[in-house]
C-alpha cells in the first residue's frame, strides 16, 4: 500500500521560514510529478507547487519568490521550503505523488495526511 507522509509544519512568526518534507512509501515503480496544495478555513484547496520526475518547477503566483519545492527522487521524497512567511500563508498544507504503484494498471494520484501551518505572531 503507497504511503505519502508529511512533516514539518508548525506555528512560525510573519517573516519566519519552514521547511515541509513528504516521503512516499510502498509498493512504488515510478513517481512522476510531485506537489503540494494547501487549504486554508473555509477556502477552496490551491496548488501552491510542483515539480515534475526531470525537475521542473511550477508555483501560484501568491507564493513565487517565496517557495521553493525539490525532490529527492533516491528518497522518494518532496520538500517545500517556505520563505517570508505570511499570515495569509497559513492552512493544511498536502503532498501529492502522480505514480505508477503495484497496485493499479494506471499511475493516478496520491495524497498525504495534510500537515498545519500557521503564521501568527
Known amino acids: 500500500q503507497v504511503q505519502l507522509v508529511e512533516s514539518g509544519g508548525g506555528l512560525v512568526q510573519p517573516g519566519g521560514s519552514l521547511r515541509l518534507s513528504c516521503a512516499a512509501s510502498?509498493?512504488?515503480?515510478?513517481?512522476?510529478?510531485m506537489g503540494w496544495s494547501r487549504q486554508a478555513p473555509g477556502k477552496k484547496r490551491e496548488v501552491v507547487a510542483t515539480?515534475?520526475?526531470?525537475?521542473?518547477?511550477n508555483y501560484a503566483d501568491s507564493v513565487k519568490g517565496r517557495f521553493t519545492i525539490s525532490r529527492d527522487n533516491a528518497k522518494n521524497t518532496v520538500y517545500l521550503t517556505m520563505n517570508s512567511l505570511k499570515p495569509e500563508d497559513t492552512a493544511v498544507y498536502y503532498c501529492y505523488a502522480n505514480l505508477q504503484s503495484g497496485e493499479g494498471l494506471y499511475p493516478r494520484n496520491y495524497w498525504g495526511q495534510g500537515t498545519q501551518v500557521t503564521v501568527s505572531s
Open positions: 515539480i515534475t520526475s526531470g525537475g521542473s518547477t
Open positions: 510502498g509498493s512504488i515503480f515510478s513517481i512522476y510529478a
